[in-house]
């Protein structure tokens, strides 16, 4: 269906490690966007990939799009403190277009000082 | 920068009790969202609305949802009849256009005992 899967679901890291995070689905989507939630926050728009292949970077963040639109990954260079929350995945959903937002579960980042 | 606001912060009701939530989205979005998040779990899609209607709904927004527009500024979620499994984290959403970038509100706890 419309779910998409993200691995892994929880990270521990020392500070100064990488993480990556991953996003797959089974149809085609027309477009991935990536949210941050801190604990106890609410999710904030980190970014939204559109094209096939396409690799966009915030500071230590790096985000990629799958060449068939199927797959998503978001990997932080580096890690810091400020890293720490659950990173989640979302594609617009549905037939109708409403624009309604499907989530992945998330990954919860741990990063130890 | 504009920002979506949402209150209560935290609602605490008794099983059977109607709960008004709150939102005020930023003034120029034309989409709006409700979606919710039990402790611990992924962000899920509630209802979507646009033009002063429901555009979609997802299986959870039962008979006892109901959500209005009423004066073009505040966006209600309105639960008839709670449950204890209405027990959740709500955020309201909204964006510009529609597939793209959702702004969050802070959200409301909402516990029902």
């Known amino acids: 269906g419309q779910q998409v899967m993200q691995i892994p679901q929880y990270q521990h890291v020392q500070e100064g490690e990488d993480f990556t995070t991953y996003c797959n689905s089974s149809t085609t989507l027309s477009n991935i966007q990536w949210y941050k939630q801190r604990p106890g926050g609410h999710p904030v728009f980190l970014i939204q990939?559109?094209?096939?292949?396409e690799v966009k970077k915030q500071k230590r963040l790096t985000f990629q799009f799958g060449e068939a639109k199927k797959n998503s990954s978001l990997h932080i260079t580096a890690t810091q403190t400020t890293d720490v929350g659950t990173y989640f995945c979302a594609h617009p959903g549905g037939s109708s277009n409403t624009g309604k937002l499907i989530f992945g579960q998330g990954t919860t980042l741990q990063v130890k000082p | 920068e504009p920002e979506v606001t949402q209150t209560p912060s935290h609602q605490v009701t008794q099983m059977g009790q109607e709960v008004i939530l709150r939102c005020v989205p930023i003034?120029?979005?034309?989409?709006f969202y409700w979606y919710r998040q039990i402790l611990g779990q992924k962000v899920e899609f509630l209802v979507s609305?646009?033009?002063?209607?429901?555009?979609?709904k997802s299986e959870i927004f039962d008979d006892q949802f109901s959500v209005e527009r009423p004066d073009g500024s505040n966006f209600t979620l309105k639960i008839r009849s709670t449950k204890l499994e209405d027990s959740a984290m709500y955020f309201c959403a909204g964006g510009l256009r529609q597939q793209e970038t959702q702004y969050f509100g802070p959200g409301t706890r909402l516990l029902v005992l």
């Open positions: 003034s120029n979005h034309l989409y």
């Open positions: 990939l559109v094209k096939s292949g």
């Open positions: 609305f646009y033009n002063n209607e429901i555009s979609e």
